[in-house]
């Protein structure tokens, strides 16, 4: 072992010399970095920046040694059967972007030590179960002892385990994901409360929207008993039997069913305020369209909550706000439509000047791209629904390709006019 301090010492020495090439001016100036020379001159690649000189001005260039090199300098003075020394080559080479190099060395430190924790955690492994797993599957073990209630051992040991070792933000969330579930299903309510509003701090919308909920219905009910409203699953009956059910009364939140149940109550109360507003929107259809869709748009963002909450809860809801803002768009195109079937009506009835037929010609125009523009807008809302819509879409589709058609013969004319 003392040879390998000696060793390590000249290879540190050797590291800090290698911080570049070194290049001397004859006016005595020294510069260092990467160099590379071409087409006469001497470029020096350096942390801010590239600089040239032309090469009669330099008196010399000192070529440092490359990782790579070193690397091998180092390997060809150590004891390749012993994993230690092996292992500090391995973690040299990944301090100075030898990646593949690295792996490779430190595959060969576990075929002399399969047991070697150094090397098991840089190639990103943990031990768990008596068995060392890469972090993907740690966390499939997590969520296996989550389901099967094996709480102490998911949240004192894996998950700290699989946090230490996670390097990936997707990962560290699911790490507190984890950890919420098990604390609450561990009863550890008020614990349990403050991580998932940490986790509501943390995760993209969608989901931050639900953990806040969570949130909230812990911090309601801080002893962690909830009164089921209804049966739940509400199918239960429809699909037989053998569904588990959930019979109304108060039960305990830490059971991933009651807190669905307490979910879903929450979800359908900002179901029905988005209902509100939809009733409210229906008669101003005719009347006052952008009014109607003001509110359509707010019920909208209603149902996006609740399906934030519990997904698809309110999709029905949001197919209805589609087809009313449809038949809102469709209304606009038959104005507009009948606007250009009037302008097209006066094509024959007189003689028309240059000027006054490519004006005609221009309003038909932009009553043909309002019209197209209102399609694109109905093919936009129905996309997300087009099992639900398909009748619009093909009415949309069809109608837009006439409209193009139509389009090219009057931009056609214009044209011909220019």
């Not at 593949?100 to 768990?128: C, F, I, M, S, T």
């Not at 309510?189 to 639900?210: G, I, K, N, W, Y």
């Not at 979800?267 to 009733?279: D, E, I, P, S």
């Not at 449809?326 to 209304?331: D, E, G, S, T």
Request: with cysteine; hydrophobic share 45%; proline share 5%.
């Amino acid at each position: 072992m003392r040879r390998l301090g000696a060793v390590w010492l000249a290879v540190g020495l050797l590291a800090v010399q290698a911080a570049g090439d070194r290049v001397v001016l004859k006016d005595g100036r020294v510069f260092e970095g990467k160099v590379t020379e071409a087409e006469g001159k001497v470029l020096i690649e350096m942390a801010y920046g590239t600089i040239s000189f032309p090469r009669p001005e330099v008196e010399s260039i000192q070529r440092m040694p490359t990782p790579a090199e070193l690397l091998e300098w180092q390997l060809s003075r150590i004891d390749r059967t012993d994993p230690d020394a092996l292992f500090q080559a391995a973690a040299w080479a990944k301090d100075n972007d030898l990646p593949k190099q690295a792996d490779e060395l430190l595959k060969e430190v576990l075929g002399l030590n399969p047991d070697h924790v150094q090397a098991r955690k840089l190639l990103g492994y943990l031990r768990a179960d008596g068995k060392w797993l890469k972090v993907s599957e740690a966390l499939q073990l997590a969520r296996g002892k989550l389901e099967a209630g094996k709480y102490a051992p998911l949240l004192k040991e894996l998950l700290p385990a699989i946090e230490e070792m996670a390097h990936d933000a997707k990962v560290r969330l699911e790490v507190a994901h984890l950890e919420a579930h098990g604390q609450l299903r561990s009863k550890q309510f008020a614990r349990a409360r403050v991580s998932f509003e940490e986790l509501a701090r943390r995760a993209p919308p969608a989901q931050s929207l639900r953990y806040r909920v969570i949130g909230e219905v812990l911090a309601k009910h801080p002893d962690g008993m909830y009164v089921v409203s209804a049966s739940y699953p509400r199918t239960a009956m429809v699909l037989g039997a053998d569904v588990p059910t959930l019979e109304p009364g108060p039960a305990s939140l830490s059971r991933p069913e009651v807190l669905a149940a307490a979910l879903h109550d929450y979800a359908a109360r900002t179901v029905k305020q988005g209902q509100a507003l939809m009733a409210e929107a229906k008669p101003l259809e005719r009347t006052e369209p952008e009014a109607a869709k003001a509110r359509y748009a707010r019920a909208g963002k209603c149902f996006d909550i609740a399906d934030a909450i519990v997904p698809n809860i309110a999709r029905s809801y949001r197919v209805e706000i589609v087809r009313r803002q449809v038949a809102i768009i469709n209304n606009d195109i038959d104005g507009e439509a009948e606007k250009f079937d009037l302008l097209k009506g006066e094509l024959g009835k007189k003689n028309l000047s240059p000027a006054a037929y490519r004006d005609l010609l221009s309003r038909m125009l932009r009553a043909l791209n309002h019209i197209r523009a209102d399609l694109d807008a109905i093919l936009k809302l129905t996309a997300p629904f087009e099992r639900e819509l398909i009748l619009e879409i093909t009415d949309a589709n069809g109608e837009l390709q006439k409209i193009n058609a139509l389009r090219q013969v009057v931009l056609g004319e214009l044209n011909e006019l220019r």
